[in-house]
């Protein structure tokens, strides 16, 4: 997650583009304890495919592709006292970060071309979405999904999760270390090359200085559920990684400890909290808050020729969202295509009773987590399927 010459930018490609030729679909590698799966590699065609979901309230790391070898991708336990690393895939190549979407709990990684993959660890495949901004080296994404890049060149960008693009927000005036943190109340930090911690504007980019944490290679930021900033420190030739705790208030960094098991020095971090308690779920215009905003709820969908977040709708001013149901549009705010409600029938089989119906046959996937439990369910359809009800009275989500 910093500058590195051209011939290791050329690498990833080669080994992105072997990695493709070689792997067949539907192959993939045996683990072993020393070495995991690698990824197969595919590019998008069409409609964006959906990955299965990561688990809320996992701190993920990504490694750095030590002297141009393959990246790892991993989960740290104990990341808070005694952090230990459990690698999960490799990636053929050098990564720069790793950011999870906490609408629908997909992992994405940045690439040292400035590529964007979204990564499926159950499948052990990685989509190449698109390339976002020239240099970046930082990903993140806030509550709403939106994501957003960071570079050496200072600009902060959003990007389009669906497509790679980056669109240049402004130039934070600080050259990006190597990661981005949204806190719980939606302030974004990061840390610059120079050791300093800021905060970042994301609607303008305009930057804070906070305090020196003392080191310039956190390549790695993330936020609990406790509301604690953790940082890591890694090396692209060297397998030394350590997690710090990192002062919010000042920028001072006080050491955890080193990532036991961890062959590949860390290059990102990436936690989505899931919540100890109900009503942490944060609404916006594409995220419903339903049944005492214990549960998030959230949907995307695609079609022959665009895919994108659902909306929720409103009618005469008033948000079409009431604690058990929800309307959703795709792309026309006067044209309904589906709803979602969500009951408690804890007293009758220990389950909260999901009921989903539609208007529409362009595909779409409804992601519900549940941020008591960090508990992530999905439904979805086909595109060119017509929507029929769903009623998931059995499986989906337990209570309490």
Known sequence: MWMRVCAQMAAVFFLAV?????????????????????????????????????????????????????????????????????PLAAFPGIL?????????????????????????LAALKATLIGTGASGANALVFDAAGQAYEWGSDGFLYAVDKFSGIATAI???????????????????????SNGDLIRIDPDTAAATFIGQTGFGDFFGLAIDATGTLYGARGSQTAMVSKIYRINKTNGTSSLVGSIANDDDS???????????TS???????????????????SATFNNSSTSGNATVMSFSGTRAESDE?????????????????????????????VFIGGLTNQGWKVNILDTSTGHHVTYQNALNHLTSTTADTTGGLPCP
């Open 96 to 120: 720069f970060d790793i950011g999870i979407d906490p609408t629908t709990l997909e992992l994405y990684v940045l690439d040292g071309n400035s590529n964007l993959w979204l990564v499926d």
């Open 325 to 353: 149901s929800v309307f959703l549009y795709f792309t026309d705010s006067s044209n309904f295509e589906m709803g979602l409600k969500i009951l408690n029938a804890c007293a009758l089989n220990s389950r909260y009773w």
């Open 266 to 276: 860390v290059s990102g971090l990436a936690l989505v909290t899931g919540g100890s």
């Open 279 to 297: 009503g942490n779920c944060i609404r916006n215009a594409t995220t419903a808050c339903l049944v005492g905003s214990r549960f998030q709820v």
């Open 170 to 192: 402004g130039d934070t005036g600080y050259s990006s270390a190597g990661d981005l943190a949204f806190d719980l109340d939606g302030t974004l930090y990061g840390t610059a």
């Open 18 to 86: 072997t990695c493709l030729a070689q792997t067949t679909p539907g192959e993939h590698r045996q683990a072993t304890s020393a070495s995991p799966p690698v990824l197969r590699m595919v590019v998008a065609g069409g409609a964006r495919p959906a990955a299965s979901p990561v688990a809320a309230g996992t701190l993920y790391g990504s490694g750095t592709g030590l002297n141009g070898s393959n990246s790892s991708i991993f989960s740290i336990a104990s990341y808070s006292s005694n952090p230990v690393a459990t």
